[in-house]
């Protein structure tokens, strides 16, 4: 069976391509703006990796035969983005502090590292 995938880049991740992987095995590469025909059994297991950078394992069923999925930055990523980068100028002006600076470095590893796998996300387009 085969599920469409469509990647919706926006402005985070324009210039990138995304692997897709089957089963952990690279079976395609996903450019911004672009829509890929992927082949899947029932049962297979689907991520998208950019890095360290994933979505969460999608788990392949037969409803999703010809279904198409988004693939697009977690929400919840992109809202800290603008905070942190807002933040990490800010903060060392206001406190004059390095210390509160290497905070935020620290603060981005960890949060980078908890949200790494969550990334992504493939969810499925609505039929109209």
């Not at 911004?32 to 998208?48: A, F, R």
């Not at 933040?87 to 590893?109: D, N, R, T």
Request: net charge neutral; glycine share 6%.
């Amino acid at each position: 069976m085969k599920i469409n995938l469509k990647r919706k880049a926006g402005y985070m991740g324009i210039g990138s391509a995304i692997n897709v992987l089957k089963n952990n095995q690279k079976v395609a590469t996903i450019s911004p703006e672009e829509t890929i025909e992927v082949d899947v059994e029932s049962g297979d297991k689907l991520q998208v990796v950019y890095g360290i950078l994933k979505s969460e394992v999608f788990d392949v069923t037969e409803e999703y035969q010809n279904r198409t999925f988004d693939v697009h930055m977690n929400p919840v990523v992109f809202n800290f983005y603008v905070t942190y980068f807002t933040l990490i100028f800010i903060i060392p002006l206001l406190f004059k502090s390095w210390v509160f600076a290497i905070a935020l470095v620290a603060f981005y590893g960890v949060f980078i590292w908890l949200m790494g796998k969550k990334f992504y996300i493939m969810e499925e387009v609505a039929e109209k």
